[in-house]
């Protein structure tokens, strides 16, 4: 087995201290902060395409190591928000980085000798689904995360209100119904938030790989080729069901809508992206359709469903080293 050389873990290194900085600067409230979160996964995602393995692992060892050792020294409770930087942010930047150089000889799926088939995008962001699921529910279980803590936030937010009204009066009825609300929309909100902005990095790291002639894996057409494996379709199911059990498994059920739901909606607009291809009013209805699913229930759901309805895997094909081979191409299967 080829051994990394100092170099590699070097640049690594760098990539996941890097990272370390950007998630301190998240940490500070401020209207970058979201943005913050997101990059910080970025050089690990560059280091890994760019680099290989060694690079992405040196990165996650660094950017976690980093970012316990200053928390430590500058906050208590530190370990809860570095373990949840660790679990979702640094982890599936390097493995999202691992299975996107991940090829094989196309004939092994029925394909051309000289052609080899990338790990199809529809299974890495299935990974990304499960890994944000697991790192959610971990640390869920490590702060104690249940309808105590938001039975508080409901009562506080009612105190407020009542405060600038006096003559509010909740419903008893209408309160316990928004605490049992709240308490299965925040896993959800965040765990799909968390899958949005990683997959944000990681697109925006695999341009800039292309563009600097480093990255292995071709560029590949994200609106024709972003979809969801269909076996997301069982897990999100599951998932929905779980939430009438009520306890743990409806917050496990809260969890998994919210990462596959968030999925399955980067699925839904990657199609509409793809279907209003050539189309003189594509422009201003894309835009509606981004403004309206942020403001609006309904029009996110219709973008769930369209994500829903259309299953695949997009193969991307190119040449072998010693072929004297065709276009890359995608396969769909």
């Not at 890994?48 to 990165?59: H, Q, R, T």
């Not at 609106?223 to 199911?237: A, E, V």
């Not at 809508?257 to 509409?272: E, K």
Request: aromatic fraction near 8%.
């Amino acid at each position: 087995m080829k051994r990394p050389n100092i170099k590699t873990l070097l640049i690594g290194a760098l990539a996941g201290l890097t990272a370390a900085l950007l998630a301190q600067g998240a940490l500070k409230p401020s209207f970058f902060s979201v943005v913050l979160y997101a990059a910080c996964a970025v050089p690990i995602l560059l280091s890994g395409l760019a680099w290989g393995n060694a690079a992405a692992a040196a990165a996650v060892v660094t950017a976690s190591v980093v970012t316990f050792v200053f928390l430590g020294a500058v906050q208590s409770g530190f370990y809860v928000i570095a373990l949840m930087l660790t679990l979702v942010a640094f982890v599936p930047a390097g493995w999202l980085s691992h299975l996107a150089n991940l090829a094989r000889p196309a004939a092994e799926l029925g394909g051309p000798d000289n052609l080899l088939a990338w790990y199809p995008i529809s299974d890495i962001l299935l990974h990304l689904c499960v890994l944000v699921t697991i790192a959610v529910i971990i640390i869920g279980v490590v702060v104690g995360y249940g309808p105590e803590a938001t039975d508080q936030m409901v009562d506080v937010l009612m105190s407020a209100l009542q405060q600038q009204q006096p003559d509010f009066n909740p419903d008893p009825a209408i309160t316990a119904q928004t605490k049992s609300l709240v308490v299965l929309m925040l896993p959800a909100l965040q765990s799909g938030m968390w899958v949005v902005m990683l997959f944000a990095a990681y697109y925006i790291a695999t341009r800039i790989v292309a563009a600097s002639g480093r990255g292995l894996r071709p560029r590949e057409d994200i609106p024709s080729s972003l979809r969801m494996n269909r076996n997301s379709i069982f897990i999100f199911l599951a998932g929905l069901a779980a939430c009438f059990f009520g306890g743990v498994s409806a917050l496990v059920g809260a969890t998994v809508i919210g990462t596959f739901g968030a999925g399955f909606m980067l699925s839904g607009f990657a199609s509409l992206h793809f279907r209003t291809r050539g189309k003189d009013w594509r422009i201003p209805a894309l835009i509606l359709c981004y403004l309206a699913s942020m403001l609006m229930l309904l029009p996110a759901f219709l973008i769930l469903v369209l994500g829903l309805s259309d299953t695949r895997k997009a193969i991307a094909l190119t040449p072998t080293k010693d072929a004297d081979a065709p276009k890359q191409s995608d396969t769909k299967i």
